[in-house]
């Protein structure tokens, strides 16, 4: 694993510039980004985390399935728990409770059939993050209904907690 020390400056900048274009005459958003989050001392693989940052940031814009009109993007630094944070936020129909227990395991996916993908991406996103020792969390609910029109949408929040090195006083 090729984790160094770093700060988390280019991944948030490169993940936003990259959210940005991609979402553009598409769908809305509102990004917002704590300086501090971003200078904060962290070591990982910056490559690693932005590529699987930009794909969970990504999925709602580019699957239709989704039902997603906006995807908020926000970083903090939270100084208690020793972390930044980083959650994005979609307002699609989230999902299916059922699948929620099983959201990060190979082969499932959100999909409603299955040539929507592979259900690889979560899976892989899952045990990446673990091996930096990052911890990721999904908050979604959905009401489910036979009928689309009747559907509710409660969206998905998507956490990811990056703990932070700090100085050790002598």
């Given at each position: ?10 991944v948030i900048?490169?993940?936003?510039a990259g ?15 704590d300086p501090?989050a ?19 940031a ?14 908020d ?6 100084g ?16 299916d409770?059922e ?15 299955s040539?929507?993908?592979k259900?690889?991406g979560?899976?892989?996103?899952d045990?990446?993050l673990?091996?930096?020792g990052i911890?990721?969390?999904i908050?979604?609910d959905r009401?489910?209904s036979?009928k689309?029109?009747?559907?509710d949408?409660f ?6 907690s990056?703990p932070?090195?700090?100085?050790k006083?002598?």
């Amino acid at each position: 694993e090729d984790q160094h020390e770093t700060t988390l400056a280019h991944v948030i900048d490169a993940l936003m510039a990259g959210v940005e274009d991609e979402r553009r005459g598409k769908i809305s958003g509102d990004p917002t980004v704590d300086p501090a989050a971003k200078n904060a001392k962290v070591k990982l693989n910056e490559g690693a985390l932005y590529f699987i940052l930009r794909n969970i940031a990504y999925n709602p814009i580019r699957k239709d399935y989704i039902g997603a009109t906006k995807v908020d993007v926000r970083v903090e630094l939270v100084g208690e728990k020793q972390m930044v944070v980083v959650e994005i936020e979609d307002n699609g129909f989230g999902v299916d409770p059922e699948m929620k227990s099983r959201i990060f395991e190979p082969g499932s996916t959100g999909a409603a059939t299955s040539s929507e993908g592979k259900g690889m991406g979560l899976a892989y996103t899952d045990k990446r993050l673990q091996s930096m020792g990052i911890g990721i969390d999904i908050v979604s609910d959905r009401k489910v209904s036979k009928k689309e029109e009747d559907q509710d949408k409660f969206g998905t929040k998507f956490i990811i907690s990056i703990p932070i090195i700090t100085e050790k006083v002598a």
